[in-house]
């Protein structure tokens, strides 16, 4: 026993046979199989190739088009003349338009700001306090007004708002309370328009923070529960920063949207009274289809496209330290 003891390990292992490496299974495909891979492959590419197609003829085409046609002065009527960068130069020294920036500038500010915070606020509500059937009811709820037509809900809201005949008004005079100029003064114009539009877009924000709530892991809150940490502090330390990403994009889109804001200024006061309302859009239409100036209406239009670019940049460096990805 004492011999068998003293026998090296190397040498042990040495007498060991080693076993042969079974070599890998090669697993082949039935023909069937590789038929139904190469159709859902064919699929994949044709539907990409589709969206591609309509984002080409219908957001890349047009803007070349207006980038080409902003270097000539064209009125529809005469041939189109060459005007190299007259057209930026007139921008820039142009007060109208350049307070139309300004005005669409801080309503989307305002916008954007609102839509985020009510929707953050109502889909925190309801995610705490409301059941699987309550989250659904209240998501169709709020994503409806979205449904319907701007250009239908601005006239509707035009009558509603009325200083003279509107039933707003009306229910507050009779509660003694003088009417308010919603319309027809410049502040209380910007801000009945940036209630409305916060009224209608404020369920597209209002769905995706529901769904990005419902998202955050549960042994996560169990953990923070049982450190002790309360709601306030469970939002803004865990839930928040959890559904940082989908902020960010709801503050991208919502931007998108806002900066160019048209149907609702133009159809309830025609960029009124003066030019409070008067959006970037709305002086590019003016611009284009009233004054015939394609050409200037078209740098309008591409120097609108950089800003809301520029904008968007800054919104995702800031995200780097801003946005938690998992």
Request: proline share 6%; aromatic share 12%; with cysteine.
């Amino acid at each position: 026993m004492s011999s068998v003891a003293a026998v090296p390990h190397a040498l042990v292992e040495e007498d060991v046979p080693h076993q042969k490496a079974k070599p890998p299974r090669v697993v082949r495909r039935r023909p069937g199989a590789r038929r139904a891979a190469r159709r859902e492959a064919v699929f994949g590419y044709a539907m990409i190739g589709l969206a591609m197609l309509f984002v080409t003829v219908f957001t890349f085409l047009p803007i070349l088009a207006s980038l080409g046609l902003s270097f000539f002065d064209w009125d529809v009527i005469s041939p189109p003349k060459w005007a190299g960068l007259a057209n930026y130069q007139r921008f820039f020294s142009d007060g109208p338009v350049l307070q139309s920036f300004g005005v669409t500038i801080c309503m989307a500010i305002a916008i954007v700001v609102l839509q985020l915070s009510l929707g953050l606020f109502l889909a925190v509500l309801v995610n705490q306090r409301t059941s699987t059937f309550g989250r659904t009811f209240f998501r169709t709820t709020f994503y409806l007004p979205l449904l319907a037509s701007t250009a239908a809900v601005s006239i509707f809201m035009g009558y509603l708002f009325d200083a003279k005949f509107g039933a707003i008004n009306y229910y507050l005079g009779l509660l003694g309370i003088p009417g308010v100029p919603w319309l027809t003064s410049p502040f209380g114009a910007q801000v009945t328009i940036v209630l409305i539009v916060v009224w209608q877009q404020v369920g597209f924000t209002f769905v995706l923070f529901v769904s990005a709530l419902m998202s955050v892991p549960v042994d996560v809150l169990e953990a923070a529960s049982i450190d002790g940490a309360g709601p306030l502090r469970t939002l803004f330390r865990i839930k928040i920063p959890l559904i940082s990403p989908t902020i960010l994009f709801a503050a991208v889109i919502a931007l998108i949207n806002a900066m160019q804001l048209f149907d609702q200024p133009y159809i309830m006061t025609k960029g009124g009274p003066g030019t409070a309302t008067t959006t970037a859009t709305i002086s590019m239409y003016q611009t284009g289809f009233q004054n015939l100036q394609f050409g200037y209406s078209s740098a309008i239009a591409i120097v609108l496209l950089l800003l809301i670019l520029a904008i968007t940049g800054i919104q995702f460096l800031a995200s780097r330290k801003l946005v938690f990805y998992q």
